[in-house]
């Protein structure tokens, strides 16, 4: 388990038993456009995985389905044997098809190959930390979570997951998942300008359960604001800086996971996520996504 003090914003948060720095990286980016096939540059992904663990960054995000199977063999490549303090924390739930879509794969069958697909890939016996993914690209469906969560439950009972999350989820499905068995973490997408999850995130920061906004830059489509714009001027920052300083402070359980394929972006981003927002700032911020 990390237990080195850390001087990455944000500090660190403790998910089930495992440490992990509040400031962690998206690796889903490092596959090729599309998120399909390789990288562009190969050895620059290499290089940013790298970089992550230099700058003492202990969670980094993937899933079999980036590439497929890409990411977590440029992980393995970069960083295998992995430090004892960096948690790998990984999804199941969809796959790739031809047109480069993410249908739905979360029947028993299809969540234990991954599992165990997800093992071989990243060189693990076993995952520290594996979110269901649930709904599909529009965002989160309506719809039962019980049987893909039992199967997911069972391959832990085996040894071969630590901690369990679900992803792109209700917060319905969140609450049926956790009838069922703990989670440590919730990853559904959020960021300054897309706020539908304010009362969940209030809600598991009760319970002791990270949350952790997948797209926290705004994803495929950078985020756009004039409110967000003028602060990061003001503070002769980026408005990425300021976008992720702001989840930072939404609430302790918050956990980054920005994407780059950059090693100068992600130097920029832990840096810009140190920024200091007065409280004039945090509460013209706040007012962007209400
Ligand atoms: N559970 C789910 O369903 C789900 C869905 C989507 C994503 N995720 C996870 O969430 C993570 C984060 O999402 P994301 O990477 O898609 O989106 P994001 O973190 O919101 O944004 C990443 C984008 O921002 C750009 N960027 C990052 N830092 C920058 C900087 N300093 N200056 C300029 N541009 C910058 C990146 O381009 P460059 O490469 O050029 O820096 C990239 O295009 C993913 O890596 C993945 O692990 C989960």
């Known amino acids: 388990m990390g237990t080195l003090p850390t001087s990455l914003p944000g500090g660190t948060w403790t998910l089930g038993d495992l440490r992990v720095t509040r400031f962690g990286y998206g690796a889903m980016q490092l596959a090729g456009p599309g998120v399909m096939g390789p990288p562009a540059d ?9 970089e992550a663990v230099d700058l003492g960054i202990t969670h980094i995000d993937t899933a079999d389905a980036y590439g497929p199977r890409v990411t977590n063999r440029l992980i393995r490549q970069a960083l295998h044997p992995y430090p004892e303090s960096l948690h790998i924390v990984t999804k199941v739930g969809a796959i790739r098809d031809r047109q480069g879509g993410w249908p739905p794969a979360r029947k028993p069958e299809d969540l234990r190959r991954a599992v165990h697909e997800n093992l071989e ?3 693990l016996e076993m995952l520290d930390l594996v979110n269901l993914r649930l709904g599909n690209a529009e965002g989160p469906q309506p719809e039962p979570v019980a049987e893909a969560f039992e199967t997911l439950v069972e391959l832990q009972q085996q040894g071969l ?3 369990l999350g679900v992803s792109n989820a209700t917060a319905e499905q969140v609450a049926e998942a956790q009838a069922i068995a703990p989670i440590v973490c919730v990853q559904n997408l959020y960021n300054l300008a897309h706020r539908n999850d ?3 995130i209030d809600r ?3 319970e002791g359960i990270a949350y952790v906004p997948f797209f926290p830059l705004g994803g495929f489509s950078p985020l756009q604001s004039s409110v967000l714009s003028a602060v990061a ?5 980026t408005p990425m800086s300021v976008a992720l300083a702001w989840l930072l402070r939404r609430s302790p359980n918050i956990l980054l996971i920005p994407g780059t394929s950059s090693v100068a972006h992600l130097r920029e981003n832990v840096a810009g ?5 007065s409280g004039e700032e945090l509460a013209e911020l706040d007012r962007i996504g209400r």
Do not use: K
């Not at 001027?233 to 920052?237: K, P, Q, T």
């Not at 996520?273 to 927002?277: D, E, Q």
């Open 273 to 277: 996520a140190g920024l200091p927002l």
């Open 121 to 123: 890939t990243l060189d």
């Open 42 to 50: 190969h050895d620059g992904a290499l290089a940013v995985l790298r």
């Open 198 to 200: 304010d009362e969940l």
């Open 204 to 206: 598991l920061a009760e």
């Open 233 to 237: 001027a003001r503070l002769e920052a």
């Open 161 to 163: 997951i630590r901690h």
